[in-house]
C-alpha cells in the first residue's frame, strides 16, 4: 500500500512538470515583447522628432492694470431702530419696503404702565410745590416772630434767650424752604423722565427712507433691560450705495481714493455697473489667515437695480498706459527645449539597465522676469535667441516693454509643439 501511495505521488509530480514549463514560455514571449516595444520607443527618440515653435507678435496697444476684489454692497446710511422701554407691541404701522419720513409712527407699545407713572410723577410736584407754600408761610411767621421778640428785647420784655429761640426757628423756616423746592425740582426732573418714557412707547422713524426689515410683531414683548432690541431696520436712500470690498493686503498699496471701479453681480452677469474708490481703510480685517482692507466704492443706483447685501466682483483700476509695446507674458515664460534633453544617446542597454538618477539643476531661465533683465525668445536662422529685455507694467496677459529692443509685428516664442516623424 506504500510503494502504491508513493507512486501515485511522483506520477501527479511529472504530470505538473509541463504545465510549469508552458508558463515560463509565456513568461518569456511577453517579456521579449515588452523589450522590443522598448527598444522601438528608444530608436524613434533617437531619430528625433521635429520641433514647431509657436509664436505670436509683438502689439502696440492700451495696457490697464487692475485689482479684482470682492464684497457686498450696502446703503451709504443704514439704521437699526429699536426701543428703549419694556413692553408689549400693541400694533405695526409699517411693513417691508415702505418707504418713512422723518417721524413717522413705525411701532407702539402698550402705554399702560408708562402713563400710570407719568400721573404718579405728577402728582409727587403737586405735592411738592403744595410744600413749597407751606415753607413759605413759616417763614413769614418766624421772621413776623423774630422782629417782635426783637422789640420786646429792646423793651426789656423778652429775655435774650427767647430772641435766639426764635432767630433760630427763622432760620430752620428758611433752610425748609429751600428743602421744599429742591423737591420741587426732583419731582419736576422726575415727571420729565416718565414723560420722556411715555413717549418712547410710540416708535418712529428717526430719518426719511425705507424698511429694509421689520422683527417685531403685534403682541410680541421687548425686554430693554440689557440691550436695546432692534425692531426696524431703515435704508436713508437706496439710489446712492456703497460697496465694501476686501482688498488682499498684496495689492493695497495699488489702490487709492479717487480710482475708477467697475463691478458685476450675479443678478445681472452681463452689466457692469461703475463706481469710484472713496476709501481705503487701515483696520486690518483677519480670516483664516489671510489679510484684507476694507475698501469703500461709490454708486449710483439710481434705477434701484441693485439691492443691499448683493455680493459683487470690482475690478480696479490702478494703472493705465496708452499706445505702449506689449508682449504676451508667454513669451516671458518661455524657455526652449535643450538638445538631447530626451532619452535619446542612451540606448536600449541605457533603457533597461538602472541609471544614476541626474542630479537636479534649476533652469537657466526659468519662470518669468519682470523689470531689468527678463528675456524673450525669437527665431534668428532658425534657431531661438534670446533678447534681454526691460519690463514695466502688466495686466497679467500683456507685459510693457520699456525699451527699443523689440518692435511692433516681431514674432516671439511662446510655446513648442512636436510632431511625430513622416514614415
Same mark, same amino acid.
Not at 3 to 9: A, K, S, Y
Not at 125 to 152: F, G, I, S, Y
Not at 357 to 381: C, I, M, Q, Y
Given at each position: 500500500?506504500?510503494?502504491?501511495?508513493?507512486?501515485?505521488?511522483?506520477?501527479?509530480?511529472?504530470?505538473?512538470?509541463?504545465?510549469?514549463?508552458?508558463? !515560463?514560455? !509565456?513568461?518569456?514571449?511577453?517579456?521579449?515583447?515588452?523589450?522590443?516595444?522598448?527598444?522601438?520607443?528608444?530608436?524613434?527618440?533617437?531619430?528625433?522628432?521635429? #520641433?514647431?515653435?509657436?509664436?505670436?507678435?509683438?502689439?502696440?496697444?492700451?495696457?490697464?492694470?487692475?485689482?479684482?476684489?470682492?464684497?457686498?454692497?450696502?446703503?451709504?446710511?443704514?439704521?437699526?431702530?429699536?426701543?428703549?422701554?419694556?413692553?408689549?407691541?400693541?400694533?405695526?404701522?409699517?411693513?417691508?419696503?415702505?418707504?418713512?419720513?422723518?417721524?413717522?409712527?413705525?411701532?407702539?407699545?402698550?402705554?399702560?404702565?408708562?402713563?400710570?407713572?407719568?400721573?404718579?410723577?405728577?402728582?409727587?410736584?403737586?405735592?411738592?410745590?403744595?410744600?413749597?407754600?407751606?415753607?413759605?408761610?413759616?417763614?413769614?411767621?418766624?421772621?413776623?416772630?423774630?422782629?417782635?421778640?426783637?422789640?420786646?428785647?429792646?423793651?426789656?420784655?423778652?429775655?435774650?434767650?427767647?430772641?435766639?429761640?426764635?432767630?433760630?426757628?427763622?432760620?430752620?423756616?428758611?433752610?425748609?424752604?429751600?428743602?421744599?423746592?429742591?423737591?420741587?425740582?426732583?419731582?419736576?426732573?422726575?415727571?420729565?423722565?416718565?414723560?420722556?418714557?411715555?413717549?418712547?412707547?410710540?416708535?418712529?422713524?428717526?430719518?426719511?427712507?425705507?424698511?429694509?426689515?421689520?422683527?417685531?410683531?403685534?403682541?410680541?414683548?421687548?425686554?430693554?433691560?440689557?440691550?436695546?432690541?432692534?425692531?426696524?431696520?431703515?435704508?436713508?436712500?437706496?439710489?446712492?450705495?456703497?460697496?465694501?470690498?476686501?482688498?488682499?493686503?498684496?495689492?493695497?498699496?495699488?489702490?487709492?481714493?479717487?480710482?475708477?471701479?467697475?463691478?458685476?453681480?450675479?443678478?445681472?452677469?452681463?452689466?457692469?455697473?461703475?463706481?469710484?474708490?472713496?476709501?481705503?481703510?487701515?483696520?486690518?480685517?483677519?480670516?483664516?489667515?489671510?489679510?484684507?482692507?476694507?475698501?469703500?466704492?461709490?454708486?449710483?443706483?439710481?434705477?434701484?437695480?441693485?439691492?443691499?447685501?448683493?455680493?459683487?466682483?470690482?475690478?480696479?483700476? #490702478?494703472?493705465?498706459?496708452?499706445?505702449? #509695446?506689449?508682449?504676451?507674458?508667454?513669451?516671458?515664460?518661455?524657455?526652449?527645449?535643450?538638445?538631447?534633453?530626451?532619452?535619446?544617446?542612451?540606448?536600449?542597454?541605457?533603457?533597461?539597465?538602472?541609471?544614476?538618477?541626474?542630479?537636479?539643476?534649476?533652469?537657466?531661465?526659468?519662470?518669468?522676469?519682470?523689470?531689468?533683465?527678463?528675456?524673450? !525668445?525669437?527665431?534668428?536662422?532658425?534657431?531661438?535667441?534670446?533678447?534681454?529685455?526691460?519690463?514695466?507694467?502688466?495686466?497679467?496677459?500683456?507685459?510693457?516693454?520699456?525699451?527699443?529692443?523689440?518692435?511692433?509685428?516681431?514674432?516671439?516664442?511662446?510655446?513648442?509643439?512636436?510632431?511625430?516623424?513622416?514614415?
Amino acid at each position: 500500500m506504500t510503494n502504491v501511495e508513493g507512486g501515485g505521488v511522483m506520477g501527479q509530480l511529472a504530470l505538473a512538470a509541463p504545465s510549469h514549463r508552458r508558463l !515560463w514560455s !509565456w513568461l518569456a514571449v511577453v517579456a521579449l515583447a515588452a523589450l522590443g516595444a522598448a527598444a522601438l520607443a528608444v530608436l524613434g527618440t533617437e531619430r528625433g522628432e521635429p #520641433v514647431q515653435y509657436k509664436t505670436a507678435p509683438v502689439k502696440v496697444g492700451d495696457l490697464q492694470v487692475k485689482v479684482s476684489a470682492t464684497g457686498q454692497l450696502e446703503p451709504i446710511i443704514q439704521v437699526e431702530v429699536g426701543t428703549e422701554v419694556s413692553g408689549t407691541i400693541q400694533v405695526v404701522e409699517v411693513d417691508f419696503n415702505d418707504r418713512v419720513k422723518t417721524g413717522q409712527v413705525l411701532a407702539r407699545l402698550d402705554p399702560d404702565q408708562a402713563r400710570a407713572k407719568f400721573r404718579q410723577s405728577e402728582a409727587a410736584l403737586a405735592l411738592a410745590r403744595a410744600r413749597v407754600e407751606e415753607a413759605e408761610a413759616t417763614v413769614t411767621e418766624t421772621a413776623n416772630r423774630l422782629r417782635r421778640t426783637r422789640d420786646l428785647v429792646a423793651k426789656r420784655l423778652s429775655s435774650p434767650e427767647e430772641l435766639d429761640t426764635v432767630a433760630a426757628a427763622s432760620e430752620r423756616a428758611v433752610a425748609g424752604l429751600a428743602v421744599a423746592k429742591a423737591q420741587v425740582e426732583q419731582s419736576q426732573a422726575q415727571l420729565d423722565a416718565d414723560r420722556r418714557t411715555l413717549e418712547k412707547t410710540v416708535i418712529r422713524s428717526p430719518i426719511d427712507g425705507i424698511v429694509l426689515k421689520r422683527q417685531v410683531e403685534p403682541g410680541q414683548t421687548v425686554a430693554a433691560s440689557l440691550q436695546t432690541p432692534v425692531l426696524f431696520t431703515l435704508a436713508e436712500n437706496l439710489t446712492q450705495m456703497q460697496l465694501k470690498v476686501a482688498v488682499d493686503e498684496a495689492d493695497v498699496g495699488q489702490v487709492a481714493p479717487g480710482q475708477q471701479a467697475s463691478f458685476t453681480v450675479d443678478a445681472y452677469p452681463d452689466r457692469d455697473f461703475p463706481a469710484t474708490l472713496t476709501q481705503v481703510r487701515y483696520a486690518p480685517e483677519t480670516v483664516d489667515g489671510v489679510v484684507t482692507y476694507g475698501t469703500l466704492l461709490s454708486l449710483d443706483n439710481a434705477d434701484l437695480a441693485l439691492r443691499p447685501g448683493m455680493t459683487a466682483t470690482a475690478e480696479i483700476l #490702478v494703472h493705465e498706459e496708452h499706445d505702449v #509695446v506689449l508682449v504676451p507674458n508667454a513669451a516671458l515664460r518661455f524657455n526652449p527645449p535643450k538638445a538631447g534633453a530626451a532619452q535619446g544617446g542612451r540606448g536600449l542597454v541605457g533603457m533597461l539597465l538602472p541609471r544614476r538618477p541626474a542630479e537636479s539643476k534649476r533652469p537657466a531661465e526659468g519662470g518669468r522676469r519682470t523689470g531689468k533683465g527678463a528675456r524673450v !525668445w525669437v527665431l534668428h536662422e532658425g534657431e531661438p535667441t534670446a533678447l534681454e529685455v526691460r519690463t514695466g507694467a502688466t495686466d497679467g496677459l500683456s507685459t510693457q516693454i520699456l525699451d527699443d529692443t523689440l518692435t511692433p509685428g516681431t514674432e516671439v516664442l511662446v510655446d513648442v509643439e512636436r510632431r511625430s516623424p513622416s514614415p
